[in-house]
């Protein structure tokens, strides 16, 4: 089993700052890709930013230029790194990870509990 556990989310005010963190714990042979998305209230679930192993990333169009994703391959842990916050940008985060269990097995997705991201004045 895959445990991720989020960290950094809060409340911030228009054009701040915020740092999300998302680490990976358990039995497993590899991460390829990890991820964020967000879902707003009343809406779906949407993408963020993705990076895979070799450090290829992509960007929903809202967020480029202003949010960064990075990841520790050695920590299994991936970070987002969130500027010029938005009102629209408020949002519950949530991670996700696609997984090798075993070497050359199927992956998996794996999602975390959510942090809440309040953008407001």
């Known amino acids: 089993q895959v445990q991720l556990v989020e960290s950094g989310g809060g409340l911030v005010q228009p054009g701040g700052s915020l740092r999300l963190s998302c680490a990976a714990s358990?039995?497993?042979?590899?991460?390829?890709?990890m991820g964020w998305y967000r879902q707003a209230p009343g809406k779906q679930r949407e993408l963020v930013a993705t990076?895979?192993?070799?450090?290829?990333?992509n960007y929903a169009d809202s967020v480029k230029g202003r949010f960064t994703i990075s990841r520790d391959n050695a920590e299994n842990t991936v970070y987002l790194q969130m500027g010029n916050l938005k009102p629209e940008d408020t949002a519950a985060y949530y991670c996700?990870?696609?997984?090798?269990?075993?070497?050359?097995?199927?992956?998996?997705?794996?999602w975390g509990q959510g942090t809440q991201v309040t953008v407001s004045s």
């Open positions: 996700n990870c696609e997984v090798n269990l075993i070497r050359g097995g199927s992956q998996f997705r794996y």
């Open positions: 358990g039995r497993f042979f590899s991460i390829n890709v």
């Open positions: 990076i895979i192993s070799g450090g290829s990333t």
